[in-house]
């Protein structure tokens, strides 16, 4: 039901990635083409050379094996480079991540806290 005046446009469904009150930036990043379909949540790396972001993998070797930034909304980059939210800081819930198989969590979490990226254990 909507209110005289307003009307709802969608509904807010939590997915638990945010996780915790430290200070959430974002920015704009471009998500290079060939990426592909990224969800909400991926863990990225950022390409030296372009500075577009993919999906950190570790055994990359342009700079995007180290990650850098989780991604805030889905985004396809499959055929083109997308522009999309990144968060550049803030407090996670590494259940809520997705992470290429050649990183973990354990191996990403030193490196993510020196750029004010906390990761969370949760439950639930």
């Known amino acids: 039901m909507a209110t005289q005046g307003y009307s709802i446009l969608a509904e807010h469904v939590p997915d638990k990635l945010i996780a915790g009150d430290a200070k959430i930036v974002t920015a704009a990043g471009t998500i290079a083409s060939g990426a592909g379909a990224l969800v909400r949540g991926t863990v990225l790396g950022k390409i030296t050379a372009s500075g577009k972001y993919?999906?950190?993998?570790?055994?990359?070797?342009?700079?995007?094996?180290?990650?850098?930034?989780?991604?805030?909304?889905?985004?396809?980059?499959?055929?083109?480079?997308?522009?999309s939210v990144v968060y550049l800081s803030g407090q996670f819930a590494e259940s809520a991540l997705t992470l290429d198989a050649s990183l973990t969590l354990d191996g990403i979490r030193d490196g993510l806290r020196d750029k004010n990226i906390y990761l969370t254990k949760t439950e639930g």
């Open 54 to 83: 993919q999906k950190a993998v570790g055994t990359a070797e342009d700079g995007s094996q180290t990650p850098d930034a989780i991604l805030a909304e889905d985004t396809d980059a499959t055929s083109a480079d997308a522009l």
